[in-house]
């Protein structure tokens, strides 16, 4: 029985020797000492750029992120979603700040912090003057390829057609009647508007858009990491005073 109960004691011991320890998130959210944040500089919602530098929402809470680490603040810019999504398994950052949606399985994200209210930019012109009416046969609606109002539209438009460019074009195609609406974020819309005759955004919204920090996939530590920063910067107000800070319409902090 003696001999029986030490095999048993050796036999748990390698087991246990042989079980990795517990994952360390900030090794694998600054694995170099800096916390490379991931930018969508496409996004005036989330970032702005100023004298070459970038300001706004997401700049402030990776700021804060960092902060916590106890980790220099390094950002790494882009100009829309679909290259921040391509650059994750390239390694290029440690978190990223970009909307949630579940057909970006290339990333894992975090609890959102803030949501933001995607409507439409109509002109006078328009078929289209109530959101009621975006959904019916020979309607069509601009969007950027590949953002969030792409690929929730994409999901739940039965009748309506999507016409896909670029944030930089989308403009343009609305004004010369070559599209109903402009479908994006309030932000972007409300300072598209003026430079468009007899535009107007209309009001309510489509989608609650929500924002999150995201994490290269299989990072299960910094996950969790990540989501504790989320519930303390929502509990103290530090996504609220971002927010205003940032003046940015239609967003609120995420329930």
């Known amino acids: ?40 500089y496409g996004n005036p919602a989330l970032v702005r750029l100023q004298d070459g530098q970038p300001t706004g929402i997401a700049v402030d809470l990776g700021r804060a992120l960092a902060r916590d680490l106890g980790a220099e603040f390094v950002p790494v810019g882009y100009q829309n ?7 994750a398994a390239r390694g290029e950052w440690d978190v990223a700040f970009i909307a ?3 057909a970006r399985t290339q990333v894992r ?23 009621a009416e975006m959904d019916v046969r020979g309607r069509r609606i601009v969007v950027q390829s590949g953002d969030s109002a792409d690929l929730y539209l994409t ?11 670029t944030h930089a074009a989308a403009p343009g195609m609305l004004q010369r009647g070559e599209v109903d609406a402009y479908a994006a974020n309030r932000l972007r819309l409300t300072e598209v508007a003026p430079t468009i005759a007899s535009s107007r955004v209309l009001p309510g919204r489509f989608l609650a858009l929500p924002q999150t920090i995201a994490v290269p996939p299989e990072r299960e530590a910094a996950l969790a990491y990540v989501n504790a920063f989320v519930a303390r910067a929502k509990a103290s107000g530090e996504v609220q005073r971002a927010i205003d800070r940032a003046g940015i319409a239609g967003a609120v902090v995420a329930p």
Do not use: H, W
């Not at 029986?4 to 087991?15: C, E, G, H, S, Y």
């Not at 900030?26 to 930018?39: A, D, E, N, Y």
């Not at 912090?113 to 289209?128: C, D, F, G, K, Q």
């Not at 999901?155 to 896909?164: H, N």
């Open 155 to 165: 999901r739940t438009l039965k009748q309506a057609r999507l016409v896909r460019t």
């Open 109 to 131: 994200f975090a609890t959102p912090y803030m949501e933001i209210e995607n409507t439409l930019l109509v002109t006078a012109r328009s078929p289209i003057q109530d959101l």
């Open 1 to 40: 029985m003696r001999i029986r109960a030490l095999i048993a004691l050796a036999a748990a011991l390698v087991a246990a020797c042989a079980t990795p320890p517990p994952a360390d998130p900030s090794r694998q959210l600054v694995p170099g000492g800096k916390l490379r944040v991931g930018l969508l």
């Open 81 to 87: 979603a679909v290259a921040v999504l391509d650059s």
């Open 100 to 102: 949630y949606d579940p």
